[in-house]
């Protein structure tokens, strides 16, 4: 395995993993691509331009199934714009699909031009049906809503999780479609080891990276934006 440091953050396409990643590396790879909304997202004075053909984004996932580890676990966040074609192409690139956990979230306005979306899904994939590491400790606790005697307050979450980042949360850098490390700690916890390598191919702000190195795990990110690249610089050298 190539020597790699703590973390590193590279300006290129996702198609185009770093030459210091071995194949069969990456423990956990955790992305939340563009979603091919064809629009310009803002946030904090940032911008980038959300293109509407997600084949560079079906491609930049696909070039990064190599590094996927025997036991690694890919994860994708998307709506529903991207997600049924991701997992169509992952699993033509022979991951198997092993669920998916739904994400709602409370900020936005809901449209009413059609019914709602306001949730995004992040799908599981592994190698095999029986591959990739599981701490079943690591899923969220919620609340028991009906207290039962001699059991917990609280409990194991299903499949949905409830999260709103609000725009002055204390984890804002100002960086469009940031996401927090409260629906990405878990992954990390479940589907790694102390030491081992998370990648994301599409990092934006590297959330993914904070949240890695705050669990003792190590980081590689790649965005083509030299402006995601700089920002996640700066908020990886803060720790």
């Not at 946030?43 to 984004?57: A, H, I, P």
């Not at 001699?150 to 940031?178: C, F, I, L």
Request: contains cysteine; hydrophobic residues 35%.
């Amino acid at each position: 395995m190539s020597a790699l440091p703590q973390w590193s953050v590279h300006t290129r396409p996702a198609q185009t993993p770093p030459w210091t990643v071995d194949d069969g590396s990456v423990k956990l790879i955790w992305t939340d691509p563009p979603f091919g909304t064809g629009k310009v997202q803002r946030q904090g004075g940032v911008e980038y331009q959300d293109f509407s053909d997600t084949d560079y984004v079906l491609d930049g996932l696909g070039a990064w199934v190599p590094k996927l580890h025997a036991d690694g676990t890919m994860v994708v966040l998307a709506d529903y714009r991207l997600i049924h074609d991701v997992a169509a192409y992952l699993r033509m690139m022979g991951l198997v699909l092993r669920g998916e956990v739904i994400w709602e979230f409370g900020l936005g306005r809901p449209r009413t031009s059609w019914w709602p979306n306001r949730h995004n899904t992040m799908l599981t994939f592994t190698r095999t049906e029986t591959s990739g590491l599981f701490d079943p400790t690591a899923i969220p606790r919620v609340k028991r809503l009906a207290p039962k005697p001699g059991y917990a307050d609280d409990k194991p979450s299903g499949s949905v999780w409830w999260h709103t980042m609000t725009n002055n949360d204390s984890e804002r850098v100002g960086y469009p479609n940031q996401k927090a490390s409260a629906i990405i700690d878990p992954f990390i916890k479940a589907h790694t080891l102390p030491g081992d390598l998370v990648a994301d191919p599409f990092c934006g702000s590297s959330s993914l990276g904070h949240a890695a190195l705050c669990l003792g795990r190590r980081y590689v990110g790649t965005d083509s934006s030299e402006e995601a690249t700089r920002v996640s610089t700066k908020r990886l050298e803060s720790l």
